[in-house]
């Protein structure tokens, strides 16, 4: 018979990290976590880190940090002899921002590098709050309606013309 051989590969599925995989299932962002939480070692929160910790830790494998080594100027890990990699705590936080706009905000390696290059995307961004959220002004302060106003007239217009040319399409169509 001449069938098709299919090879089946079986791949290793390397375990995430527990407070990783946590908080990527709750949908919590990583780059607010506190560190030192993802590692539960005993080491102190500035030690230096090993790929593998890190990796573990972060949910990732550890071929695509080393990737990202590649992609990102910015993250330079210190190299030991024989080429070990041990990443500090800056090096973590800016993984951690890298993961965040790559996966979960869907950039591209070069959008996420451009991303980065701002100074505002380098920390890593605090949780939402309720005074965040609050009105910039105080609160006795009078509010325009006037920029609100301008946004709803334009949002009218092109609602307008938008229709209209759904009119033409149907009549073209007819």
């Known amino acids: 018979m001449g069938g098709t051989n299919l090879a089946v590969r079986r791949v290793r599925a390397q375990p995430e990290g527990a407070r990783a995989a946590a908080a990527r299932m709750a949908g919590v962002a ?13 080491k102190d929160a500035a030690a230096l880190r090993t790929i593998g910790e890190v990796a573990r830790a972060l949910g990732l494998r550890q071929h695509v940090l080393r990737y990202w080594e590649d992609q990102f100027p910015t993250l330079r890990p210190l190299t030991r002899a024989g080429g ?15 993961d965040r706009l790559l996966h979960r905000e869907g950039y591209t390696i070069r959008g996420a590098r451009q991303a980065l290059a701002q ?56």
Do not use: C, N, W
Request: negative net charge; hydrophobic residues 40%.
């Open 30 to 42: 990583l780059d607010v976590v506190d560190i030192a939480k993802l590692f539960d070692d005993g």
């Open 84 to 98: 070990r990699r041990y990443y500090r705590h800056d090096d973590i936080a800016l993984l951690i921002t890298i």
């Open 119 to 174: 100074p505002e995307m380098r920390r890593p961004r605090a949780p939402a709050s309720d005074a965040s959220l609050a009105p910039a002004q105080p609160t006795g302060a009078p509010i325009d309606p006037a920029p609100e106003q301008a946004i709803l007239g334009a949002l009218g217009v092109l609602r307008r013309h938008l229709e209209s040319i759904r009119e033409r399409l149907a009549d073209s169509l007819d």
